[in-house]
């Protein structure tokens, strides 16, 4: 396994596995692995070639958040991937993706300015530049996201269909601790009154699962129902907890077509997200 910081040895890499007939599977992350992202480099493994990006990326943190804090540990990726028989790391540095001169964005508007858009508005916009870049770079068959980031994965399959780019994006489903919370590289900054506290967000989506499963329809009914149990703690603060239309993350008040519940919580300091998605039969 190759570990590799520069954008042009990348493509040459990528282009000798194509002209041997190589598929490639790409998966972005900021490192920090955690199983989450094992089991999006794992399905990736259904293409013969395996590329991982680990890149903490600027642009999509404003400048209150925690970009410089944000945990990094390269040696133990690296360690992960090769265990998982990953075939190539690009890790570049911030200059090599954004050097002097640098200007160009891609903004989706609409589904980037709900949910997660409203209290983080550079966020998106930074997600697709770095993703656009990164494709461009690495020119995968197929990109695989996982669905606990699941507005970032409804805006990067728009900005795929929009921009007729030539990848398959392929969702994957949230993998979670034993006791129900989303694996998340900033669960680290939990300490461990916080790591109970945060079982607050899990409990709420499975009794709104639940509720959604038995035949609740009312968004009102439900959201109650699941905003009173993260409510009971006290460490808990909702920033949002919203049902919204799967494809255009515009709020509903009846389930009658596929829908997100998506919430982002804070628990003390740490902001956490989850979600769960229902298909109405
Ligand atoms: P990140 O490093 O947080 O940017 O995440 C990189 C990719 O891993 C994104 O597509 C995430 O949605 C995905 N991911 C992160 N945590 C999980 C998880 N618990 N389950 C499934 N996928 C995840």
Redesign the pocket.
């Known amino acids: 396994m190759k570990v590799v910081k520069n954008i042009s040895e990348v493509k040459n890499i990528v282009n000798e596995w194509k002209q041997q007939g190589c598929t490639i599977g790409f998966v972005?992350?900021?490192?920090y692995l955690h199983e989450?992202?094992g089991?999006?480099v794992v399905k990736a493994m259904e293409n013969s070639k395996v590329v991982v990006s680990i890149f903490v990326n600027p642009m999509q943190f404003g400048p209150t958040e925690d970009l410089d804090k944000y945990p990094r540990d390269l040696e133990k990726d690296s360690k992960y991937c090769k265990e998982l028989g990953v075939d190539l790391i690009f890790n570049p540095e911030p200059g090599e993706m954004y050097p002097e001169g640098y200007c160009t964005s891609v903004d989706i508007s609409g589904l980037s300015e709900e949910l997660c858009g409203l209290s983080r508005p550079v966020h998106f916009k930074g997600v697709c530049t770095v993703v656009n870049k990164l494709l461009n770079i690495v020119n995968p068959d197929k990109a695989y996201?996982?669905?606990?980031?699941a507005q970032?994965l409804a805006i990067i399959r728009r900005m795929v269909k929009d921009l007729s780019m030539n990848v398959e994006i392929v969702g994957?489903?949230?993998?979670r601790e034993k006791d129900g919370l989303?694996?998340?590289?900033r669960n680290t900054y939990l300490s461990s009154e916080e790591r109970r506290a945060a079982l607050a967000l899990s409990k709420s989506i499975f009794a709104g699962k639940d509720m959604v499963k038995e035949g609740c329809r009312e968004v009102d009914i439900l959201l109650k129902k699941m905003k009173d149990i993260i409510n009971e703690e006290p460490l808990a603060r909702i920033d949002y907890l919203k049902a919204v239309d799967a494809m255009t993350m515009q709020q509903v008040d009846t389930i009658d077509r596929p829908v997100l519940i998506a919430m982002a919580v804070y628990i003390g300091k740490v902001r956490l997200i989850d979600n769960f998605s229902f298909i109405p039969g």
């Open positions: 972005p992350t900021m490192g989450g992202h089991s999006l996201f996982g669905e606990k980031d970032q994957c489903p949230i993998i989303a694996k998340s590289s």
